[in-house]
C-alpha cells in the first residue's frame, strides 16, 4: 500500500481515527498467556487477528510492544513471566572494550525470527495497515549498558557511548528493513528512555542516530511512527528532527502542545493513559476521558486518538469498548 496517501487520506477525513497501541486483549481472547505470544510468532499473529475480529473500529493493527528483542539478540539476559512482556537482567557490557567486541547480530538470533513471522503473518492476513514494532537507539543502549549508567556515560564516557550508540543503530536498522520486507505499512519505533534527557542530548544521543533509520527505511510504502512515552513535552522538537511521518506521545505529555509543535503533514498519535484510564477506570471514566480528549484536539486534522502506550494484560473488554464507542459516536456528530 501507498502509506504516503494512506496518511494523506486520514488528515483529510472529517473523521477522527482510532489507533491503540493494543495487542494482550487479542493474547486473551485466544486463552493464551504473553508468554505464548512472545516467544510463537503464529501465536502473536493470532491474537492481533482475534483483536481486529473483536474490535474492526481500529485503523491500524500493531504487534506487542516488546523492548527486549533486540536486546536479546545482542545476548542480553531476559527474565520471562507468564503473563508480562520480557524484561532485560543485569548488563551485558560495561566498559569501552567491551562495547568494542560486542557484535551486531544475525536476524536469526534470539526470537528476532518470531516477531519477523508474526509481522509477515499480519501483512498477508489483516485487511487494514499494520505496524510493526521496534526498540529505539538510545533506550536499547540503556538495555545493554544499564540505563543510570549510559545517562552517565553520554557526558563522562561520550566515546563509549557513541560507539554502542552506533552498534544499536545498525541493528535496528538493519531489523527494520527485515520488517519492511515482511509487508507491513511500518514501524512503531519505542524510544521511551530518550524523555530522560534534554533536548539538546535527545537530539545529540537519540535523533540522529533515528533520522539514520529513518532515512533508509522510510519511504511512501513504508512509515516510521516515532514513540516516546518519557517526553513531558521537553524533547518534542528533537523528536520531529528525526523526519519520521508519525508521532507518538505518552500521556504524561500535552497532547495539545504537542500538537502544536509537530508537522501537519504528520500523524500525531496519543495519549489516553493505558493504565489509569484503560485498565483502571471505570467505563464511565472511559467515556469522559476520549471524549475530552477528542474535543480538545477536534481542530488538528492529522490527530489520531490511541492508547499513550501499549495497553497492559487484563483491560476490560468494557472499556475498550467504550473507547471505541465514544469515537463512533463523536464522529458521528460531527
Not at 568494542?100 to 519477523?116: F, H, K, N, Q, T
Not at 564516557?157 to 552506533?166: F, G, Q, R
Not at 495519549?271 to 481542530?299: C, H, M, W, Y
Request: with cysteine.
Amino acid at each position: 500500500m501507498n502509506v504516503t496517501e494512506w496518511i494523506g487520506d486520514l488528515i483529510r477525513s472529517d473523521r477522527t481515527a482510532a489507533a491503540p497501541i493494543m495487542t494482550h486483549p487479542g493474547i486473551e481472547i485466544l486463552g493464551r498467556k504473553v508468554i505464548d505470544a512472545v516467544t510463537d510468532g503464529e501465536i502473536h499473529f493470532n491474537a492481533i487477528k482475534a483483536l481486529v475480529e473483536r474490535f474492526p473500529q481500529s485503523a491500524v493493527s500493531t504487534v506487542i510492544m516488546d523492548l527486549t528483542v533486540e536486546a536479546e539478540a545482542f545476548g542480553a539476559a531476559l527474565h520471562f513471566a507468564d503473563n508480562e512482556v520480557p524484561s532485560v537482567v543485569g548488563r551485558l557490557v560495561s566498559d569501552h572494550g567491551e562495547v568494542e567486541r560486542l557484535e551486531i547480530p544475525s536476524l536469526d538470533a534470539g526470537r528476532v525470527p518470531e516477531y519477523l513471522k508474526a509481522n509477515r503473518l499480519a501483512a498477508q492476513h489483516i485487511d487494514r495497515p499494520v505496524f510493526g514494532g521496534c526498540i529505539g537507539p538510545y533506550s536499547l543502549a540503556g538495555r545493554l549498558y544499564d540505563m543510570s549508567e549510559i545517562m552517565m556515560a553520554i557526558y563522562t564516557e561520550p566515546e563509549t557511548a557513541t560507539l554502542l550508540l552506533e552498534k544499536c543503530t545498525e541493528f535496528i536498522m538493519r531489523y527494520c528493513r527485515a520488517i519492511k520486507e515482511t509487508g507491513v505499512a511500518g514501524v512503531i519505533m519505542a524510544e521511551p528512555a530518550a524523555g530522560l534527557l534534554s533536548d539538546e542530548d535527545c537530539m545529540q544521543y537519540s535523533s540522529v542516530y533515528v533520522k539514520k533509520i529513518v532515512e533508509a527505511v522510510q519511504d511512501d510504502t513504508f512509515a516510521v511512527i516515532l514513540h516516546n512515552c518519557g517526553n513531558t513535552g521537553h524533547c518534542t522538537r528533537a523528536m520531529v528532527a528525526t523526519g519520521a511521518k508519525g508521532y507518538h506521545f505518552g500521556n504524561k505529555a500535552d497532547m495539545i502542545e504537542a500538537l502544536r509543535e509537530t508537522p501537519g503533514d504528520a500523524l500525531v498519535m496519543g495519549n489516553l493513559d493505558p493504565v489509569g484510564i484503560f485498565k483502571s477506570a471505570s467505563e464511565q471514566e472511559v467515556v469522559a476521558a476520549t471524549r475530552d480528549l477528542l474535543e480538545r484536539a477536534s481542530s488538528f486534522p492529522n490527530f489520531v486518538i490511541s492508547s499513550g502506550c501499549d495497553t497492559p494484560p487484563e483491560v476490560p473488554f468494557g472499556n475498550i469498548e467504550a473507547f471505541f464507542r465514544t469515537i463512533e459516536e463523536f464522529n458521528a456528530a460531527k
